[in-house]
């Protein structure tokens, strides 16, 4: 299984960005799709996660600014950002729970590589 993050770049703050995430493989199920993100120097820290049946979880500083979507269909999920600011600056990272047979010992947990966002003042 292999997921596939794009959609990074330079924007000024108040700026649009728009990150996509698409996982491939052997696929049964994605339970969880979530957005993670590492700052310079700084731990990496959640940003968004949505269930399957469409149940979203924001960090609080991205509350309102951020918009987390799926398209189960295309094993794949969206994070819309809108009023950046310098502090979303760093590294994106797309993560979900992936079930690879029905059985639910066959969960596991993958990263994508990460997508560099970076918002200038």
């Known amino acids: 299984v292999q997921l596939q993050a794009s959609g990074g770049g330079l924007v000024q703050a108040g700026g649009s960005l728009r990150l996509s995430c698409a996982a491939s493989?052997?696929?049964?199920?994605?339970?969880?799709m979530g957005w993670y993100r590492q700052a310079p120097g700084k731990q990496r820290e959640l940003v968004a996660t949505?269930?399957?049946?469409?149940?979203?979880n924001y960090a609080d500083s991205v509350k309102g600014r951020f918009t987390i979507s799926r398209d189960n269909a295309k094993n794949s999920a969206y994070l819309q950002m809108n009023s950046l600011e310098p502090e979303d600056t760093g590294d994106y990272f797309c993560?979900?729970?992936?079930?690879?047979?029905?059985?639910?010992?066959?969960?596991?947990?993958?990263w994508g590589q990460g997508t560099q966002v970076t918002v200038s003042s």
């Open positions: 493989g052997s696929i049964f199920s994605i339970t969880v």
């Open positions: 993560n979900a729970q992936i079930k690879s047979g029905r059985g639910w010992s066959t969960l596991r947990t993958y």
């Open positions: 949505i269930t399957t049946d469409g149940s979203t």
